[in-house]
């Protein structure tokens, strides 16, 4: 229905979803699901295709990407520094048990430093950040889309996905690799506090195997994830958002299907990305 | 069905609104083969049930939703199969107030009058110095200047109401669209608010299509005018040739089973028509 601008509008905007219940008797209510499956496919790609192209064109609202900086990053800065420095303790314990019965205690810092950069520090920073802001995007789009703001701000001759799409997407994507190196690096800190205290290593032979072992290809791996992981977040939060509809219970409903997309979405793209990379 | 159209004689009226066999369906019809032409100056009430499509028949006449066929006319352009950024330029000319208020949460109330302002200033439209004349008019227009720097969120649903209606006439548009401007209110307040439409258009005059389901407010928007010297409402003089026209439309399932006058309408014999007119 409608042009290609309209039928995002129709779909995002105002369609909802038949789901099982199916008017036209004709149609199984199988073929009902799978035709909702990728119409709600196809109008993802849509709004992240046109995310993507607002970056590129103005008008730039650079003071809503700043605002949405300051809340994800700063925002979730504490609870990332936290779990980061955490996660960093409790796999070192883990496997100096394992690395003492071959008697390689010394080789926990390089281990601790693979896991964390290549792994544990992308997705777990991109974990928290979908349960902080993917949620906390979807709802705030959410309640705006169920209060007509949405309605009001196309009336009113402001693009929704220019507007607040775009600026969540920048934002995301500058500050997700950020809080990603900052909880790599408290977790080595708090691998460290474990072989320090507990393994009796000295500094140096901790960190300086731990560097040695990195080579381009994690760093690559490293801020590669993020990024998209980042893309995630941002797109699946505003995409469920921007398709609330039926009133606040709606708002609970986008919310929670955004946290939960956007987990899953990591986890198999950090699959899939690793084996990419493991081969290189 | 039309009761009366626009007279035969001298050049026909500017018309600001055009539906032509409008037809939508979500997962059921919800506009069935609408026709109408709303001309300048003239006011529109619609009634009808919960449900009947009245909201969205507002959104397709500014292109929020596209139409699955038919033909949508708005201020003399054909809006059917625009693309966004043009129904941009023809949505500039039109005032809304949404039924679930569409204020902007992060905005303050100020800021939220001065907005379509701006967008028009983007334009090149309304110079800068003179937005905060115009915001703080249209909000003394309702009554409200005292809450410039207030969030929506701080004020009652009716001052929220006053607030959308200063929003959407801000600009001074040819046609404000009202979608349930008195719902959810006390008597007072909605007689309030139908008083501060009736002067918009009686001051600016502007064609306003209004949504409710008071037939009161139709009344109220018939049969009285807005006395500039007096300062208040006044009975109208009934004569069609000098005042504005209000026709009333009664939507059924996506219908519009009833367009005509106030006369007409409470001469009807359609029982679903006649459980909207009070007497
Ligand atoms: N976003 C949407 N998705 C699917 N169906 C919708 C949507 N919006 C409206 N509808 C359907 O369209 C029909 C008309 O809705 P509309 O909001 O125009 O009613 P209304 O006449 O304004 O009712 P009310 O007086 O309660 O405001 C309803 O059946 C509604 O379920
Ligand atoms: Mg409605």
Redesign the pocket.
Known sequence: MGGAYGSLYDSIG???YGGLETARGEISPVNEFLRAWISEWQDFWFLAGRAFANIFRAPHYWDDVALQMEAIGVGSLPIVMLTGFFSGFVITMQMSRALNTYGAVGQVGPIVMITLVRELGPVLTALLVAGRNASGIASELGSMKVSEQIDAMRALGTDPIQKLVTPRLIATCVMLPQLTVVADFLGMVGGFAISYFSLRLTPSQYWTPAYQILELNDFVQGLLKPFIFAMVVALVGCFYGLKT?GGTQGVGRATTQAVVVASVWIFVLTAFITRIFVNL | MSAERASADGPAEATVLEFEGVELS???K?LDGVNFRMGAGETRVIL?A????????LKVAIGLVPVDSGRVALLGEDITGLEEKDLFAVRANVGVLF?EGGLFDSLTVGDNVAYPLENQQARGLAPAEEVLRRVTEALRFVELEHTLEQYPAELSGGMRRRVGIARAVVTEPPLVLYD?PTAGLDPITANLIMALIAKERDTKGAASLI?T?RYQDGQLMADFRYNSEQGELVRASGDPSKEPRTIFMV?RDGQIVFEGDKTALEKSADPYVRKFVRR
């Open positions: 105002i369609h909802e509809s | 979500f997962d059921h919800v009808g919960a449900g009947s499509g009245k909201s969205v028949l039924q349930s949504v389901h939507m």
